[in-house]
């Protein structure tokens, strides 16, 4: 498995921007499927989108198509989160999460391996 490590949330407001990162550690960072979740008070985790392993394929949840993008950087071990025309209903805390036996369409929590601890986004109205 992999180690992964979450930064960059934090609060901002209606319209605004955030990018979050996901640090991994190990050499087969490359092999992973990498998703993002999120998951607010009360409610289960939810998808919000994945990247192939090479980068070249993205899926993204109805909910953020248009407004967040996800990237990788393989030679830095990165997946990335840019978050673009924040609503309030985005707060969440946000998870990055590896796995390397599905297609990026995979959205099941419970079919990725690793997670990340997460971090608290809050989107002010």
């Known amino acids: 498995q992999v180690q992964l490590v979450e930064s960059g949330g934090g609060l901002v407001q209606a319209g605004g921007s955030l990018r979050l990162s996901c640090a991994a550690s190990g050499r087969t960072f490359s092999s992973y499927v990498m998703g993002w979740f999120r998951q607010a008070p009360g409610k289960e985790r939810d998808f919000v989108g994945a990247?192939?392993?090479?980068?070249?394929?993205?899926y993204y949840a109805d909910s953020v198509k248009g407004r967040f993008t996800i990237s990788r950087d393989n030679a830095k071990n990165t997946v990335y989160l840019q978050m673009n025309s924040l609503k309030p209903e985005d707060t969440a805390v946000y998870y990055c999460?590896?796995?390397?036996?599905?297609?990026?369409?995979?959205?099941?929590?419970?079919?990725?391996?690793?997670w990340g601890q997460g971090t608290q986004v809050t989107v002010s109205s």
């Open positions: 999460a590896a796995q390397r036996s599905y297609a990026v369409e995979t959205i099941r929590p419970s079919l990725y391996d690793s």
């Open positions: 990247i192939s392993r090479r980068g070249g394929s993205t």
